[in-house]
């Protein structure tokens, strides 16, 4: 398929091209209150003087519900519904395409250009939605395997249910923020010599400080308390994909996730990308994910193999002196279990989720150490060190930033891309005990 | 202290004593809107039309606040902090004594009476708040002993953190549920025969369905993400205590929980006792939790040692057919860690708490058969059965209607008391595969 054309200057390479028409949450230095608005290029349409401004007057469909533009979350706009996010996609679409259909509505209204066409670099992106209930899932099966390998050998590595159901845990909603976010190195209780028969805790700054490359999915069709959502039906109760970075302790998750799982150690912060990228613009890079060699229950199985993402997926590091190094590539395929699937597992004895909730994918590695979506696998826990730039990493350091890129695609005129999620570590407070 | 009088008519035995004004969140066939109400005896202040009738009229402090008792959550009153709550309460106290030196507000005022005062039994009481994270704990030693016997022996019965830190875990607020909603009977994923070497799971309608006997506290300040929250200050950042019956899945949960913890077994629904007693009613009933032999760290080391509530609890138990039975006795006494406690904990690594979130105990247990406080501990996994009446029982069936009730105190004119929590087994929905 040949990419959309468009009248507007959409720069080779974007990740916002024409097939993309990802949605988020902004605010500008002329209107401080957020609201929704559309990434293209490298600019920002803003959906709410878009609409005040009778944008979507060729659009009926969307006009009784023009307000959740002036919303400051998605959370309205995706309880619309995945036919009306379509058609609205579609409908932006065409507004900007070369032989547009509705040129006066924006191609010759420099007006309306004005008032709400910002580029992305004057604009400040919020957290795109207001997030009731975050759940975890641990899917990436290479990660799954690394991670199990390390802690129990490899003939236990990956537990009994494993490839039964996508296990996942519930997550911390509160400490969700967005991209650009400083992370503070937290405090923790942690065994400093874990090794030792008797085990004496201390409570001070971390030492294994560690991202998790992970994908994460907004639900914005609710279901009933007490009524699992069909496999069939799981896809439409999705919004569209964000990159997810569970930052984490890893000395305070050792000591404390037997028997709970990860508490204090993955609940002080998790950063996301702010451009959602709706479920219909990835339907192009659907692929198959990694084989499962069990017999899938009904309740799980889905009728396509082309169940997830080709997501290229990279993990870049700068450290405070200013070296920077590209540390793991990875790919949205590597995952046992569909988003459908993790939906499908988590309403199956009626938990009910509701628009704006998130579902991580896991960290998502390759089968290389090149590839590894964590610190924890690509040093062994520490035992080895990585190299950025001329510098080393066994965990991360004050001052480091990470940022996660992903992009769908190769033709640069028709990009679907998340942009990147990013986070700098502080330094730990002195909290004087 | 000899008990408050009041010259309204509040019965012996009462939960909602003048010792007590418990706040809950309330509708009446009158008006529909839910909003703020204090319980007092057999009744409902409803503070919405208290305040608009001039009753705060004498408290200057929270006249500023007033549009708080109007909202459909008690969480913009929480937040307004402990020494509001203190003075509300205390006001609402000195309005109903018997020499209420305010007696044109309430007393000789009988058209204020009929606006604002409803019998119990005509309110429809709601969910009193708008619940963002919810984290269980796990510090039921006795609980947690018991099934670390059933699961690994008594000698690694409690494993090695467990009395370093208060072990908890992220829950589903979505599902949590006021008092006298049905809880359907869910379907999952388990292992009919997990004894076999074999494991082949299975989709279908959960066998073993239980209750858990947990307090559960809300919190009223927040605190800012990266900045743990003193031992000192935590106990004020609480607005009060529920009782909390979070329903488990024990078929389910034995299945999935390795290596993340409860999931699917627990977020199909939790229940919550409709009024919450404050922090300070709670203050006389204050006791000594279960000693701890290890040494605390300073951030978990609190001045008192009476951190936790000599609560007396009770299960009761009525089958569809008529039976009843009271099958268990415990006592909110049964605590290794305070709630201050784990709220410094959680806070500890910097995760952000908010007004309104949750923490649950865990499920309280005394250390003898008649004081435990699920099934899965009462019958050792489903191996004996209990007596309720005539009729016998491993684990819930459908139609079982399981009541919790919590009291402090045992002068009848002074109790403070949490009312009852209660929810009925409905039979499992159709799925049709």
């Known amino acids: 398929m040949p990419a959309l054309r468009s009248w507007f ?28 608005a559309v990434a ?21 469909t969307i006009q009784p519900y023009q307000a959740v533009f002036s919303e400051p979350s998605l959370n309205a706009f995706a309880a619309l519904g995945r036919p009306i ?19 006066d509505v924006l191609k010759n209204n420099s007006a309306l250009q004005k008032d709400a066409l910002f580029a992305l670099k004057d604009v400040q992106n919020h957290l795109p939605f207001k997030i009731g209930d975050y759940t975890d899932f641990f899917v990436g099966m290479n990660h799954a395997y690394n991670c199990g390998v ?63 490359l992970e994908l994460g999915a907004f639900v914005c069709k609710p279901n009933k308390m007490g009524e699992p959502v069909p496999i069939g039906e799981a896809e439409d109760h999705l919004f569209g994909l964000v990159m997810l970075n569970d930052w984490s302790a890893r000395d305070v998750q050792s000591w404390e996730y037997i028997p709970l799982g990860p508490f204090n150690a993955k609940n002080f912060g998790s950063s996301i990308s702010p451009w959602v990228v709706l479920i219909d613009a990835l339907e192009p890079f659907k692929a198959k994910g990694i084989p499962n060699d069990k017999e899938v229950l009904p309740y799980l199985k889905e009728k396509d193999d082309k169940t997830v993402y080709d997501i290229q997926l990279k993990v870049d590091l700068k450290t405070k002196s200013g070296s920077t190094g590209t540390v793991a590539n990875s790919n949205g395929k ?12 988590h ?63 190769t033709d640069e005129e028709a990009l679907v891309g998340f942009g990147q999620v990013t986070g700098r570590i502080e330094p730990a407070l002195n909290l004087g005990y």
């Open 9 to 36: 200057n959409i720069p080779r390479g974007s990740h916002f091209s024409l097939a993309n028409i990802p949605f988020g949450i902004i605010s500008t230095a002329t209107s401080e209150s957020p609201r929704v």
């Open 40 to 60: 293209i290029g490298d600019h920002a349409l803003d959906l709410e003087a878009f609409a005040a401004h009778n944008g979507f007057s060729a659009l009926s």
């Open 85 to 103: 996010h379509s058609v609205v996609r579609k409908y932006i679409q065409s507004v900007f395409a070369e032989d547009t259909p509705y040129p």
């Open 150 to 212: 390390m802690f129990r050998g490899a003939a236990n590595a990956l537990n009994p249910n494993y490839k039964h159901l996508p296990v996942g845990y519930h997550g911390r909603a509160s400490s969700i923020v967005p991209s650009g976010t400083p992370i503070r190195r937290p405090h923790g209780q942690f065994l400093p010599n874990p090794a030792a028969e008797e085990k004496v805790p201390v409570y001070t700054q971390i030492k294994k400080l560690d991202y998790e």
């Open 334 to 345: 590597h995952l046992l279990w569909s988003f459908p699937q993790c939906l499908a597992h």
């Open 347 to 409: 309403t199956s004895t009626g938990c009910n989720l509701q628009p704006g909730d998130l579902l991580g994918s896991g960290t998502i590695s390759g089968t290389s150490a090149g590839e590894y979506g964590c610190l924890l696998e690509q040093t062994e826990g520490g035992k080895n060190s990585i190299k950025v730039g001329d510098e080393e990493r066994t965990f991360l350091q004050d001052g480091d930033e990470v940022t996660f890129t992903g992009v769908c695609g």
